[in-house]
């Protein structure tokens, strides 16, 4: 009988974490391209509504300045090269396109009161709608939804379309310190120390909003028990587990000959 092989030692095993990176311009250019990324799979996945949706990225070293979409342009044809670097004022500083300033006056009060977000996404997708017109949180009903179990908020504000500083820093207030907030009657809204955990945070939260709404239309979901909730969000709510969850969709989105690096 042959001799079972040796188990190749774990630190000779691949295993992606987020980069480091060397200079600011390095991880500005990382950013942008992370960027163009995940609104170009938000485009294909049909999370933009005409010219609504926006995601917001830091500057690595310019003060109060953030990358984003530029105003009408879709999603899913989107490059790094396309993006606009806005001041905290909405006024575009670089770029060629104008910004969404509705959607920035929100963006940008997001990211004034939580310096820790690398990333905001706000986007209008089906399921995340329907369950803000619920006016509804995400129930602790799966393993998935768990991630948010006491990290998310309810915003019943303003449903209208403004550029008002105030909204904003409503909106702002709501999330506080979690993850996400429930817009009610716009859709949902993440943040994440990465783009990459932002991004997987907003698919993930309209995956749960799509079990929910299929359960409850089913019959009465039942919900995980609060400690066990608690441990689940312990060990799948965190930036890190979700920027390790966004790599596969991030790879498959890239054509094999132009993959870019993790």
């Given at each position: 009988?042959?001799d ?33 990324g ?10 933009e ?6 995601i ?8 109060d300045?953030?990358w ?6 879709p999603?899913a ?20 396109h ?17 310096p ?20 509804e949180?995400v ?5 998935e ?13 303003c ?19 979690r ?13 994440g ?8 945070w ?6 749960c909003a799509?079990v ?5 239309a089913a ?10 909730a608690?441990a ?28 870019s690096?993790?």
């Amino acid at each position: 009988m042959t001799d079972a092989p040796s188990p190749i030692a774990v630190d000779q095993l691949q295993f992606a974490l987020p980069p480091v990176h060397e200079s600011p311009g390095a991880e500005r250019a990382y950013r942008k391209d992370r960027l163009a990324g995940v609104l170009r799979i938000f485009g294909r996945l049909g999370y933009e509504e005409g010219v609504s949706g926006q995601i917001t990225a830091r500057d690595p070293e310019l003060a109060d300045c953030l990358w984003t979409n530029p105003f009408g342009l879709p999603f899913a044809r989107l490059t790094a090269a396309d993006l606009v670097l806005v001041n905290e004022h909405g006024q575009v500083v670089e770029g060629r396109h104008r910004v969404n300033q509705a959607a920035f006056a929100v963006h940008a009060q997001v990211h004034r009161a939580r310096p820790d977000a690398v990333a905001v996404v706000h986007t209008h997708p089906p399921y995340g709608r329907a369950l803000a017109a619920l006016g509804e949180p995400v129930e602790p009903i799966t393993q998935e939804a768990c991630a948010f179990y006491q990290d998310h908020a309810l915003h019943s504000g303003c449903a209208g379309v403004a550029v008002d500083p105030d909204q904003g820093r409503r909106v702002a207030a709501a999330l506080g310190p979690r993850k996400a907030v429930v817009l009610r009657h716009r859709g949902l809204l993440t943040v994440g120390g990465s783009i990459d955990a932002a991004a997987w945070w907003f698919l993930s939260m309209e995956r749960c909003a799509r079990v929910q709404l299929t359960a409850r239309a089913a019959g009465e979901p039942i919900q995980i028990e609060h400690r066990d909730a608690i441990a689940i969000r312990e060990q799948l709510g965190t930036d890190l587990v979700a920027w390790i969850s966004f790599q596969p969709l991030w790879r498959q989105s890239q054509p094999p000959e132009h993959e870019s690096p993790l």
